[in-house]
Protein backbone atom coordinates (compact mmCIF):
# COMPACT_ATOMS: atom_id res chain seq x y z
CA UNK A 1 0.00 0.00 0.00
CA UNK A 2 1.39 3.24 -1.30
CA UNK A 3 0.97 6.84 -0.02
CA UNK A 4 -2.96 8.28 -0.53
CA UNK A 5 -3.86 4.57 -0.76
CA UNK A 6 -4.75 4.32 2.90
CA UNK A 7 -7.54 1.75 2.55
CA UNK A 8 -9.65 1.34 5.47
CA UNK A 9 -8.05 2.99 7.92
CA UNK A 10 -9.08 6.19 7.48
CA UNK A 11 -12.55 5.51 8.84
CA UNK A 12 -11.45 4.56 12.55
CA UNK A 13 -8.73 6.84 12.49
CA UNK A 14 -8.21 10.02 14.44
CA UNK A 15 -5.09 12.18 14.51
CA UNK A 16 -4.59 15.48 16.61
CA UNK A 17 -1.48 17.56 16.90
CA UNK A 18 -0.52 19.17 20.18
CA UNK A 19 1.17 22.99 20.25
CA UNK A 20 4.74 21.66 19.42
CA UNK A 21 5.15 20.94 16.48
CA UNK A 22 1.70 21.11 13.66
CA UNK A 23 3.62 21.27 10.69
CA UNK A 24 5.49 17.20 11.27
CA UNK A 25 1.26 16.62 12.15
CA UNK A 26 0.08 17.63 9.04
CA UNK A 27 2.46 15.76 6.87
CA UNK A 28 2.27 12.48 8.92
CA UNK A 29 -1.70 12.97 8.22
CA UNK A 30 -1.22 13.91 5.06
CA UNK A 31 0.86 10.71 4.15
CA UNK A 32 -1.74 8.83 5.73
CA UNK A 33 -4.78 10.72 3.95
CA UNK A 34 -6.38 11.40 6.59
CA UNK A 35 -7.14 14.97 8.34
CA UNK A 36 -5.81 16.69 11.40
CA UNK A 37 -8.76 16.80 13.74
CA UNK A 38 -9.22 19.80 15.56
CA UNK A 39 -8.04 20.56 19.13
CA UNK A 40 -7.87 23.62 21.63
CA UNK A 41 -5.91 24.69 23.95
CA UNK A 42 -5.99 27.42 26.35
CA UNK A 43 -4.34 28.86 29.32
CA UNK A 44 -6.31 30.00 32.17
CA UNK A 45 -5.36 33.50 34.71
CA UNK A 46 -3.90 31.05 37.28
CA UNK A 47 -1.39 29.43 34.35
CA UNK A 48 -3.17 26.17 34.13
CA UNK A 49 -4.07 24.64 30.93
CA UNK A 50 -7.01 23.51 29.54
CA UNK A 51 -7.39 20.90 26.92
CA UNK A 52 -10.63 19.88 24.78
CA UNK A 53 -10.29 17.10 21.95
CA UNK A 54 -12.64 18.92 18.64
CA UNK A 55 -13.65 15.24 17.52
CA UNK A 56 -15.73 12.47 18.89
CA UNK A 57 -12.90 9.59 19.90
CA UNK A 58 -15.37 6.92 21.17
CA UNK A 59 -14.58 3.58 19.51
CA UNK A 60 -11.47 5.07 17.57
CA UNK A 61 -7.89 4.22 16.96
CA UNK A 62 -6.59 7.80 17.73
CA UNK A 63 -3.11 8.92 17.55
CA UNK A 64 -1.78 12.08 19.59
CA UNK A 65 1.23 13.58 17.83
CA UNK A 66 3.26 15.81 19.84
CA UNK A 67 7.23 16.32 20.20
CA UNK A 68 8.94 17.53 23.60
CA UNK A 69 10.46 20.71 22.17
CA UNK A 70 10.54 23.76 23.84
CA UNK A 71 8.53 25.08 25.46
CA UNK A 72 9.36 21.51 26.64
CA UNK A 73 7.05 21.41 30.01
CA UNK A 74 4.03 23.00 28.41
CA UNK A 75 4.00 20.76 25.71
CA UNK A 76 4.41 17.43 28.02
CA UNK A 77 1.47 18.48 30.23
CA UNK A 78 -0.74 18.99 26.70
CA UNK A 79 -0.14 16.34 25.68
CA UNK A 80 -0.35 14.18 28.76
CA UNK A 81 -3.94 16.46 29.20
CA UNK A 82 -4.76 15.36 25.18
CA UNK A 83 -4.22 11.62 26.75
CA UNK A 84 -6.35 11.36 29.56
CA UNK A 85 -9.08 13.25 27.44
CA UNK A 86 -8.76 10.76 25.05
CA UNK A 87 -9.11 7.63 27.07
CA UNK A 88 -12.13 9.40 29.05
CA UNK A 89 -13.74 9.71 25.82
CA UNK A 90 -13.75 6.07 25.31
CA UNK A 91 -11.08 6.14 22.27
CA UNK A 92 -10.56 1.98 21.30
CA UNK A 93 -6.30 2.83 21.26
CA UNK A 94 -4.38 5.94 21.81
CA UNK A 95 -1.11 6.16 19.90
CA UNK A 96 1.14 8.77 21.47
CA UNK A 97 3.82 10.08 18.73
CA UNK A 98 6.46 11.51 20.48
CA UNK A 99 9.35 12.27 17.34
CA UNK A 100 11.79 14.13 20.01
CA UNK A 101 11.44 12.20 23.35
CA UNK A 102 14.05 15.03 25.03
CA UNK A 103 13.63 12.96 28.82
CA UNK A 104 15.51 10.16 26.82
CA UNK A 105 18.90 11.92 28.02
CA UNK A 106 18.23 10.96 32.30
CA UNK A 107 18.41 7.00 32.04
CA UNK A 108 19.97 6.57 35.26
CA UNK A 109 20.57 8.06 38.72
CA UNK A 110 24.69 9.07 38.20
CA UNK A 111 24.18 11.65 41.11
CA UNK A 112 22.62 11.64 43.97
CA UNK A 113 18.90 12.68 44.80
CA UNK A 114 18.18 13.06 41.49
CA UNK A 115 15.31 11.78 39.10
CA UNK A 116 15.48 9.50 36.44
CA UNK A 117 13.37 11.90 34.81
CA UNK A 118 13.39 9.09 31.00
CA UNK A 119 11.57 6.69 33.19
CA UNK A 120 9.29 8.93 35.42
CA UNK A 121 7.98 10.57 31.65
CA UNK A 122 7.18 7.45 30.97
CA UNK A 123 5.14 6.20 33.44
CA UNK A 124 3.38 9.82 33.28
CA UNK A 125 2.54 8.48 29.56
CA UNK A 126 1.15 5.70 30.19
CA UNK A 127 -0.69 6.55 33.57
CA UNK A 128 -2.45 9.61 30.82
CA UNK A 129 -4.09 7.13 28.73
CA UNK A 130 -1.49 6.33 26.13
CA UNK A 131 -1.77 1.95 24.64
CA UNK A 132 0.94 2.74 22.58
CA UNK A 133 4.13 4.74 21.73
CA UNK A 134 6.10 5.99 19.04
CA UNK A 135 9.16 7.88 19.05
CA UNK A 136 12.58 8.47 17.54
CA UNK A 137 16.83 7.85 18.09
CA UNK A 138 16.02 7.78 21.61
CA UNK A 139 19.36 9.61 23.22
CA UNK A 140 20.12 6.67 25.58
CA UNK A 141 18.50 3.40 24.15
CA UNK A 142 17.57 1.75 27.33
CA UNK A 143 14.86 4.30 27.41
CA UNK A 144 12.84 2.03 25.22
CA UNK A 145 12.38 -0.49 28.35
CA UNK A 146 11.03 2.15 30.21
CA UNK A 147 7.80 2.08 28.50
CA UNK A 148 5.45 -0.36 30.00
CA UNK A 149 2.82 -0.56 27.27
CA UNK A 150 4.51 -1.30 23.56
CA UNK A 151 6.64 1.30 22.53
CA UNK A 152 8.12 1.34 18.62
CA UNK A 153 11.56 3.10 18.88
CA UNK A 154 11.99 3.92 15.28
CA UNK A 155 14.95 5.17 13.44
CA UNK A 156 15.37 8.08 10.80
CA UNK A 157 18.24 5.31 9.07
CA UNK A 158 16.43 5.48 5.66
CA UNK A 159 16.04 9.06 5.16
CA UNK A 160 20.05 9.53 6.02
CA UNK A 161 20.73 6.84 3.73
CA UNK A 162 18.96 7.73 0.69
CA UNK A 163 20.09 11.60 0.86
CA UNK A 164 24.34 10.81 1.50
CA UNK A 165 23.93 7.81 -1.27
CA UNK A 166 23.45 11.06 -3.89
CA UNK A 167 26.76 12.27 -2.74
CA UNK A 168 30.34 11.88 -3.64
CA UNK A 169 31.54 9.84 -1.13
CA UNK A 170 34.67 8.54 -2.17
CA UNK A 171 37.26 10.13 0.83
CA UNK A 172 34.63 9.94 3.36
CA UNK A 173 33.93 8.31 6.73
CA UNK A 174 31.49 8.92 9.30
CA UNK A 175 32.49 9.22 12.85
CA UNK A 176 30.22 9.20 15.97
CA UNK A 177 30.90 12.44 18.52
CA UNK A 178 31.22 9.13 21.24
CA UNK A 179 31.80 5.61 21.75
CA UNK A 180 28.07 5.10 23.02
CA UNK A 181 26.75 6.03 19.58
CA UNK A 182 29.52 4.23 17.28
CA UNK A 183 26.58 1.02 16.29
CA UNK A 184 24.80 4.16 14.72
CA UNK A 185 27.82 5.70 13.23
CA UNK A 186 28.64 2.14 11.66
CA UNK A 187 25.03 1.38 10.36
CA UNK A 188 25.52 4.58 8.29
CA UNK A 189 28.82 3.59 7.32
CA UNK A 190 27.74 0.21 6.41
CA UNK A 191 24.74 1.23 4.23
CA UNK A 192 26.86 3.81 2.25
CA UNK A 193 30.47 1.65 1.98
CA UNK A 194 32.52 4.25 3.95
CA UNK A 195 34.44 3.59 6.95
CA UNK A 196 33.77 4.54 10.79
CA UNK A 197 35.84 6.26 13.16
CA UNK A 198 34.59 7.76 17.07
CA UNK A 199 35.89 10.60 19.09
CA UNK A 200 36.80 9.50 23.32
CA UNK A 201 34.34 12.01 24.53
CA UNK A 202 33.51 13.23 28.58
CA UNK A 203 30.48 15.45 28.79
CA UNK A 204 32.01 18.23 31.81
CA UNK A 205 28.69 20.42 32.02
CA UNK A 206 25.54 20.87 29.86
CA UNK A 207 27.35 22.41 26.77
CA UNK A 208 30.98 21.66 27.63
CA UNK A 209 32.58 18.42 26.62
CA UNK A 210 36.67 17.28 26.37
CA UNK A 211 37.76 15.28 23.56
CA UNK A 212 40.66 13.25 24.66
CA UNK A 213 41.21 11.93 20.83
CA UNK A 214 39.76 10.18 18.26
CA UNK A 215 39.43 6.61 17.06
CA UNK A 216 39.90 5.65 13.78
CA UNK A 217 41.30 6.84 10.21
CA UNK A 218 40.14 10.17 9.37
CA UNK A 219 43.74 12.32 8.54
CA UNK A 220 42.72 14.09 5.60
CA UNK A 221 39.28 12.87 5.18
CA UNK A 222 35.83 14.20 4.15
CA UNK A 223 33.88 13.58 7.73
CA UNK A 224 30.60 13.17 8.42
CA UNK A 225 29.93 13.93 12.09
CA UNK A 226 26.65 11.77 12.77
CA UNK A 227 24.80 11.94 16.39
CA UNK A 228 21.57 11.66 17.24
CA UNK A 229 20.93 14.78 18.65
CA UNK A 230 22.78 18.35 18.47
CA UNK A 231 21.97 20.80 21.22
CA UNK A 232 24.15 23.62 22.07
CA UNK A 233 26.79 22.36 19.39
CA UNK A 234 29.72 22.06 22.40
CA UNK A 235 30.55 18.49 20.95
CA UNK A 236 30.65 19.81 17.06
CA UNK A 237 33.22 22.08 18.26
CA UNK A 238 35.36 19.64 20.72
CA UNK A 239 35.45 17.27 17.46
CA UNK A 240 36.27 19.86 15.33
CA UNK A 241 38.92 20.83 16.69
CA UNK A 242 40.56 17.63 16.88
CA UNK A 243 39.83 17.29 13.02
CA UNK A 244 41.39 20.82 12.07
CA UNK A 245 44.61 19.06 13.84
CA UNK A 246 44.57 15.89 11.67
CA UNK A 247 44.00 18.14 8.41
CA UNK A 248 40.13 17.35 7.50
CA UNK A 249 39.11 20.76 5.86
CA UNK A 250 35.55 19.05 4.74
CA UNK A 251 33.30 18.43 7.22
CA UNK A 252 29.18 17.76 7.43
CA UNK A 253 27.09 17.56 10.44
CA UNK A 254 24.28 14.88 10.64
CA UNK A 255 21.94 14.64 13.48
CA UNK A 256 18.05 13.69 13.85
CA UNK A 257 17.02 15.72 16.72
CA UNK A 258 18.29 19.28 15.45
CA UNK A 259 17.51 21.13 18.87
CA UNK A 260 20.14 23.71 18.26
CA UNK A 261 19.44 24.84 21.55
CA UNK A 262 21.59 28.66 22.85
CA UNK A 263 24.67 29.10 20.77
CA UNK A 264 24.74 26.61 18.70
CA UNK A 265 23.61 28.25 15.36
CA UNK A 266 26.12 30.90 16.08
CA UNK A 267 29.02 28.28 16.84
CA UNK A 268 28.09 26.48 13.85
CA UNK A 269 27.86 29.52 11.50
CA UNK A 270 31.33 30.15 12.49
CA UNK A 271 32.86 26.67 11.53
CA UNK A 272 34.63 27.56 8.30
CA UNK A 273 35.09 23.16 7.33
CA UNK A 274 31.62 22.91 7.98
CA UNK A 275 29.83 22.06 4.61
CA UNK A 276 26.67 21.13 5.37
CA UNK A 277 24.28 20.04 8.24
CA UNK A 278 21.75 17.76 8.31
CA UNK A 279 18.83 17.12 9.72
CA UNK A 280 15.55 15.86 10.32
CA UNK A 281 11.79 18.17 11.33
CA UNK A 282 11.58 15.96 14.19
CA UNK A 283 11.84 19.02 16.28
CA UNK A 284 10.18 22.49 14.68
CA UNK A 285 13.26 24.45 13.25
CA UNK A 286 12.67 28.18 13.29
CA UNK A 287 13.64 30.48 10.15
CA UNK A 288 16.03 32.00 12.24
CA UNK A 289 17.61 28.85 12.97
CA UNK A 290 18.14 27.73 9.27
CA UNK A 291 21.53 28.26 7.86
CA UNK A 292 22.33 28.41 4.30
CA UNK A 293 24.02 25.04 4.40
CA UNK A 294 21.16 23.23 5.97
CA UNK A 295 18.97 20.12 4.73
CA UNK A 296 15.99 19.32 6.74
CA UNK A 297 14.95 15.56 5.73
CA UNK A 298 11.08 14.76 6.50
CA UNK A 299 10.27 12.00 8.89
CA UNK A 300 6.63 11.79 8.49
CA UNK A 301 6.82 9.15 6.23
CA UNK A 302 8.84 6.94 8.85
CA UNK A 303 6.06 7.46 11.52
CA UNK A 304 2.93 7.74 8.79
CA UNK A 305 4.10 4.40 7.50
CA UNK A 306 4.70 3.32 11.41
CA UNK A 307 1.23 3.96 11.75
CA UNK A 308 -0.30 2.13 9.29
CA UNK A 309 1.36 -0.87 9.36
CA UNK A 310 0.09 -0.48 13.42
CA UNK A 311 -3.06 -0.51 12.50
CA UNK A 312 -3.15 -2.83 9.78
CA UNK A 313 -1.59 -5.42 11.95
CA UNK A 314 1.72 -5.56 10.24
CA UNK A 315 4.88 -5.69 11.00
CA UNK A 316 7.12 -2.44 11.83
CA UNK A 317 10.41 -4.27 12.39
CA UNK A 318 12.23 -2.94 9.54
CA UNK A 319 11.56 1.13 10.78
CA UNK A 320 13.10 0.26 14.26
CA UNK A 321 16.26 1.70 15.67
CA UNK A 322 17.38 -1.69 16.26
CA UNK A 323 17.18 -3.27 12.76
CA UNK A 324 20.30 -4.54 10.68
CA UNK A 325 21.91 -2.34 8.20
CA UNK A 326 19.24 -2.95 5.03
CA UNK A 327 17.68 -0.29 4.64
CA UNK A 328 14.78 -2.08 3.13
CA UNK A 329 12.06 -0.10 5.05
CA UNK A 330 9.55 -0.21 2.32
CA UNK A 331 9.05 3.71 2.39
CA UNK A 332 7.89 5.16 -0.71
CA UNK A 333 10.77 7.35 -2.57
Not at 46 to 69: A, C, P, T
Not at 105 to 127: C, E, F, H, N
Not at 247 to 270: D, Q, Y
Not at 315 to 331: K, Q, R, T, Y
Amino acid sequence: MQKGEPGNIVDCLRIFSGSSHPELASEIADYLGCPLCSRATQRFSNDNLFVQLGESVRGKEVVMIQSFSPDVSDNIIELLMMLDAARSASAKTIHAVIPYFSYGRSDKKDQPRISIAGRLMADLIQTAGASHVMTMSLHSPQVHGFFSVPADHLSAHAVFTRHFRSKDLSNSVVLAPDIGHAKRAAKLARALGIGVAAGDKERLSDDTVRVAGIIGDIAEKDVIIFDDEIATGGSVMAIVDLLRKQGVKNVTLACTHGVFSGPAIERLRNIPELREIVTTNTVPIPPEKRLPHMTILSVAPIFGEAIRRNLMGQSVGSLFAFWPDSDESGLPE
